[in-house]
């Protein structure tokens, strides 16, 4: 054996031994991650063109699930109904967070404080937070109404909330909005605090007011984060279900009803397996669509 | 010149009121819901939605506080989920850091396309799949157990990704120096990568523990046994069963949010700091 081969043989022998340290490292989690959410993923795929009880045979029945919720009016209410939280939650969150983060990233007096006081609604206790949520806004007894009515709102027309089939969706929302801003307000922080400092300085110089800094420079440069806020929270607001749950168990009626809700019940109370997976589909391919359609924005802009 | 810097500087008050009564607005906005629980908690039934709200009860009902401990097994709530919490966050932690190490300083085959694999699960809601991964569970008899909850949450993309994104920013020098020392892998990983990822991990840490305290879903599917329950499901069975106990159920929640409070005041200082470090905003 020469050396120029002995070297080669080496060669191989340590990037093989390379690979077998890099795959030592990713495996603790690869194995967790394929087993319980790669797995699953693609089981769900097979089960939404399927009908499956969970314990019987599985029939395979094409795309007869999808043909079938064209006409599943509650489904189509639950797609209406997340859509319509969508449309409201994200933009709402995106003001009140982006707005709050500009105020907190000014030299205040208590900025800590009140960045910390913003942000605990976030990490509270979901259930906890929303059954307080429920007590103040009892219709008959809560605080918000008894104040509402103090300030000379008529008894009959004070707003019933979450027992008001209009005003449900409503408080759910409020509810989402007040819980989850302090979080994208820090997101916002973080990326106000990545704008670099010459920038003002140079519009001040050149006499740009605090309404022209924050048009020209805040916001264009914030674009990255924008994107990235909008994309968490539409997706976020795509699976809502917890809120739901706690605060109007998808009534009165249908009035709060969204698709996570539906593929509960179609699963763990209907057991009708197949169906739900396809109903999953459907959120996964909104989530998608979503994602991709801002993901070209965002290309499309950065080329300009 | 003076006129300018004068007239700016009144300009300057204007907008600092501004600014400070936005600000206690929204603190006021978010505080009150906890104020108001706090100080129902601290009352009898019947006066909770007395109106005005009587901020400081006279007669203080510390007694609500005792009573809840008997009614619900509310120790047994909260020490299943500080296990499962401790766990699943430990896990987290330790095998993402693991795997992003070798996704971001190490080359080997595959690594393009496994990293993908995560990436685009990322994105997917585990609502879409926890239907699969519930009938999978029952078929090892994992339903009812608390391994499910830590098989379902440990082992996340979104970890391998934001500590990916964090060691993306350490020089590959620094591990490149230390290779030539002699140090393998695994040491470089333990004594020169973690160290240095504080942010980052304090970042997960404050994710994980959330995710994992604040979850129901998950506890709602795979956990139907009383004495399995954890704070959320726990919490939640309490208040339907017991809906007009509004001083109980209001200490009850009081008590349920101390913990995350007490790990959220110790961590805040990181958090923005891992925030923008790891780069998650975009």
Known sequence: MTAAELSVGSLKGRRIKDNLVAYSFILPNFLGFAVFTLGPILFAVYLAFTQWNGSGPITFVGLKNFRDLASDSLFLIALKNTLVYCAAVVPLTVISSLFLAVMLNQKIFARNFFRTVNFFPYVASLVAVAVVWNMLFNPAKGPVNQLLSLLGVPDDRLPRWAADRNWALFTVILFSVWKNTGYYMIIYLAGLQGISQQLYEAATLDGAGRRQQFTYITLPQLRPTTFFVVVMLTIQSFKVYDQIYM???????????????????????DWNLGYASAVAMVLFLLVLAVTLVQFRGEKKYANE | MSDISKSSRSGNTVWRSFIYIVLILSALFTLIPFAWMLSSSLKLDKDVFRFPIEWIPKHPRWSNYKEIWRTIPLGRFI?????????????????????AYAFSKLNFRFKNALFLCYISTIAMPWQVYMVPQFIMMRSFHLNNTHLAIICLQAFSAFGVFLMRQFYQSIPDELCEAARIDGMSEYRIWGKIMLPLSKPALSTLLIFSFVGTWNDFLGPMI?????????????????????????????????????PVLIVFLSLQKFFVEGIASTGLKG
């Open chain 2, 79 to 99: 020490f299943n989920t500080a296990k499962l919490t401790v766990i699943v966050t430990f896990l987290q932690m330790l095998t993402s850091s693991f795997a």
């Open chain 2, 222 to 258: 795979y956990l139907t046994k009383t004495e399995l329950k954890t704070i959320q499901i726990g919490l939640r069975m309490f208040i339907t069963q017991y809906s007009s106990d509004y001083g109980l159920i209001m200490a009850a929640s009081v008590v349920v949010l101390i």
């Open chain 1, 247 to 269: 605060i109007t168990q998808a009534g009165p009626g249908t009035a709060t009803l969204v698709l996570v809700y539906h593929i509960y019940n179609t699963a763990f109370v």
